[in-house]
């Protein structure tokens, strides 16, 4: 008999500790009016927040409820924002950890329907793991393209001589001349800080971040143990991603693999954080503006940095730092996240960022600033999308600026 619900059964628990409450639903305060962003761009049935999604997790593995494309489409329609298990009031009382974990109960709702029912899933996902499988780049980019990067970044191979640290570019900052550009000034300002660099040119791979959130948990996990393996050979002490995407993946998900990685894992803007506080980052060109900065999910409620972009904002000369009224943890999600820009097109994704980008306009910044490549290209769609002229950034260009 085939096995099905194999990885809901295994978050079981999380299912059958949710009360049901709701909470995850509710108003939080009056400036902070809604938990989920997808609640609030839909018609907003229980099913499009976690308390329905965790009723239908309970109905499959009850074997109550059918998987069908409908329910696919529930799956689906989630940022993986983590809003609603911050929210969450179910907390073990002695651990003091979250008894209900519903991003793990969607991711495993999707790989679910990806073993057991592929011909509900969207094409599109299916592309980006083929894709993935024929170039190990979820956007088909071929190895050479990070070869050529590893050139113009003149920084050595970390495979010849074990470095200081390894700049782990990823796959979508490479994808596009914004993002390469981004890489190149990451690594200049590294360079000037004196840091030993080097990183893996076209033996990089792909995280498996995006594969893992979208449903193919096995082809993730094959991917993560291999390029644990890949990291530990280097002898690095240290890597440093550029997206949050990957920062969450290396940090979170391959402390689940079957070899321990070795290196220590920062996001780019936690690494930068600690140069200025060492006094080995210095700022000599003042910029005199108003920023605000935009928390990514996957940096902010996934691994809980919040603090280090800011201080990193405020090291800047003449840059001034306007918080938005929903931040830190009640950040409103970007809409990129869990592959909703591949999810109807992308359209409620970039409906997700309106409400992102009309938050940063209310504070009277003349910049929204991000840390993750994802964030900033949908926030840059929904700014088109409500004729914003707010310019997107990422902090790498204000340090860039600033050095
Ligand atoms: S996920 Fe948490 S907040 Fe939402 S219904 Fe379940 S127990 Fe309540
Ligand atoms: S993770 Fe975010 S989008 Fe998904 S159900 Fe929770 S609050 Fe809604």
């Given at each position: 008999?085939?096995?099905?619900?194999?990885?809901?059964?295994?978050?079981?628990?999380?299912?059958?500790?949710?009360?049901?409450?709701?909470?995850?639903?509710?108003?939080?305060?009056?400036?902070?009016?809604?938990?989920?962003?997808?609640?609030?761009?839909?018609?907003?049935?229980?099913?499009?927040?976690?308390?329905?999604?965790?009723?239908?997790?309970?109905?499959?593995?009850?074997?109550?409820?059918?998987?069908?494309?409908?329910?696919?489409?529930?799956?689906?329609?989630?940022?993986?924002?983590?809003?609603?298990?911050?929210?969450?009031?179910?907390?073990?009382?002695?651990?003091?950890?979250p008894l209900v974990d519903p991003v793990k109960i969607v991711e495993a709702m999707r790989e679910d329907l990806l073993t057991d029912h592929p011909e509900w899933v969207?094409?599109?996902?299916?592309?980006?793991?083929?894709?993935?499988?024929?170039?190990?780049?979820?956007?088909?980019?071929?190895?050479?393209?990070?070869?050529?990067?590893?050139?113009?970044?003149?920084?050595?191979?970390?495979?010849?001589?074990?470095?200081?640290?390894?700049?782990?570019?990823?796959?979508?900052?490479?994808?596009?001349?914004?993002?390469?550009?981004?890489?190149?000034?990451?690594?200049?300002?590294?360079?000037?800080?004196?840091?030993?660099?080097?990183?893996?040119?076209?033996?990089?791979?792909?995280?498996?971040?995006?594969?893992?959130?979208?449903?193919?948990?096995?082809?993730?996990?094959?991917?993560?143990?291999?390029?644990?393996?890949?990291?530990?050979?280097?002898?690095?002490?240290?890597?440093?991603?550029?997206?949050?995407?990957?920062?969450?993946?290396?940090?979170?998900?391959?402390?689940?693999?079957?070899?321990?990685?070795?290196?220590?894992?920062?996001?780019?803007?936690?690494?930068?954080?600690?140069?200025?506080k060492q006094d080995k980052l210095k700022f000599s060109q003042k910029q005199n503006k108003k920023v605000t900065y935009h928390d990514p999910c996957h940096l902010g409620?996934?691994?809980?940095?919040?603090?280090?972009?800011?201080?990193?904002?405020?090291?800047?000369?003449?840059?001034?730092?306007?918080?938005?009224?929903?931040?830190?943890?009640?950040?409103?999600?970007?809409?990129?996240?869990?592959?909703?820009?591949?999810?109807?097109?992308?359209?409620?994704?970039?409906?997700?960022?309106?409400?992102?980008?009309?938050?940063?306009?209310?504070?009277?910044?003349?910049?929204?600033?991000?840390?993750?490549?994802?964030?900033?290209?949908?926030?840059?769609?929904?700014?088109?999308?409500?004729?914003?002229?707010?310019?997107?950034?990422?902090?790498?260009?204000l340090v860039y600026e600033a050095v």
């Amino acid at each position: 008999m085939a096995d099905n619900n194999k990885a809901l059964k295994n978050v079981g628990l999380y299912v059958y500790s949710c009360r049901k409450c709701g909470q995850c639903a509710n108003k939080v305060t009056d400036a902070i009016p809604y938990v989920c962003p997808v609640r609030e761009k839909t018609p907003g049935f229980d099913h499009f927040y976690a308390r329905g999604k965790n009723v239908i997790a309970q109905g499959l593995l009850e074997e109550e409820i059918e998987p069908s494309k409908e329910l696919a489409d529930v799956a689906y329609s989630c940022t993986l924002c983590g809003n609603c298990m911050d929210k969450c009031g179910a907390i073990d009382q002695n651990t003091g950890e979250p008894l209900v974990d519903p991003v793990k109960i969607v991711e495993a709702m999707r790989e679910d329907l990806l073993t057991d029912h592929p011909e509900w899933v969207d094409s599109e996902y299916k592309v980006l793991l083929t894709k993935t499988q024929q170039y190990d780049n979820p956007w088909g980019l071929p190895r050479s393209v990070k070869g050529k990067l590893e050139k113009k970044l003149s920084l050595p191979n970390a495979l010849k001589k074990p470095p200081e640290v390894l700049l782990f570019v990823g796959c979508t900052a490479a994808s596009n001349p914004i993002q390469t550009e981004r890489v190149i000034r990451a690594s200049e300002i590294l360079k000037k800080a004196d840091v030993n660099l080097a990183v893996l040119g076209k033996d990089e791979p792909c995280c498996g971040s995006v594969q893992k959130r979208i449903g193919a948990g096995e082809q993730a996990r094959e991917m993560m143990n291999k390029n644990i393996h890949l990291f530990n050979k280097t002898g690095c002490k240290t890597i440093v991603t550029l997206c949050a995407g990957c920062a969450n993946a290396l940090k979170n998900d391959y402390s689940n693999g079957e070899e321990k990685l070795k290196p220590r894992v920062y996001h780019i803007v936690e690494f930068l954080a600690q140069l200025i506080k060492q006094d080995k980052l210095k700022f000599s060109q003042k910029q005199n503006k108003k920023v605000t900065y935009h928390d990514p999910c996957h940096l902010g409620r996934h691994m809980g940095v919040y603090d280090a972009p800011r201080e990193v904002l405020k090291a800047l000369p003449g840059v001034e730092l306007v918080e938005r009224t929903a931040t830190r943890n009640n950040t409103i999600c970007c809409g990129a996240g869990g592959g909703m820009r591949i999810f109807e097109s992308g359209t409620l994704a970039v409906k997700i960022g309106e409400a992102a980008i009309e938050s940063a306009l209310q504070t009277g910044a003349e910049e929204l600033v991000s840390a993750c490549p994802f964030c900033e290209m949908n926030l840059e769609a929904s700014g088109k999308a409500l004729n914003s002229q707010m310019p997107v950034l990422d902090i790498i260009d204000l340090v860039y600026e600033a050095v």
